[in-house]
């Protein structure tokens, strides 16, 4: 039996991930500059997006960073729209959680929404393949979506410090939100929790801190999970 090519599977998963470039470049480019827009400087944003690596989290957390709200209302939320992490890493553990420490560590750092689609996809049609074989295409495939995200927050960054303060850029941060959720919507599960979730934080706008951006999370959660297990009978 001929022995597994890692190289080939390396390549097969950069392949896999080259495509979600094209949403990386401009996320990348456009939290950058609106980072240095809220006041963050070109290494302050830099380390936001190493340390974080999650969009999503990061444009929300720089939102409610502009409204001054405080670091541990920020800290909770950021770790509320990362909450779907865990449900990736609990199905990805089968494929990668026999690896040494230091690989499941590093392949916890990298699991993003996409290393993690491009991977489960990849193990699901090719369940024989072997762990270092997964190991390698996992790292392929974040090898151009985790780096390019830095370089492209770096890129904004420097491009934003050119932007005069009084641009008004602040305007793209929602739609740059919108923009990252909609494809997320693949289920009717998924709708009906975005959909009790944004009326949930209408209702609750009120509440100070933006807690209720928290609790309106929750209930759409909720929601969701609610309707996809009728979904299911």
Known sequence: MAAPNIRSDYWQGVRAGFPFLLVIAPFGTLFGVLATEAGLNVFETLTFSVVVIAGAAQFVSLQMLQEHVPALIVLASALAVNLRMAMYSAAITPHLGGMPLWKRALSAYFLIDQTYAASALEFERHPEKTLPQKFAFFMGTMTPTCPPWYLFTLLGAWLGEAVPADFGLDFAL?????????????????????????????????????????????????????????MQK
């Open 174 to 230: 929602p739609i740059a939100f919108l923009a990252m959720i909609a494809p997320a919507l693949r289920s009717g599960a998924h709708v009906v929790a975005a959909l009790v979730a944004t009326v949930g934080a209408l209702l609750l706008a009120w509440v100070p801190y933006n807690l209720g951006v928290l609790a309106a999370a929750a209930l759409g959660m909720m929601a969701g999970a609610e309707t996809e297990r009728r």
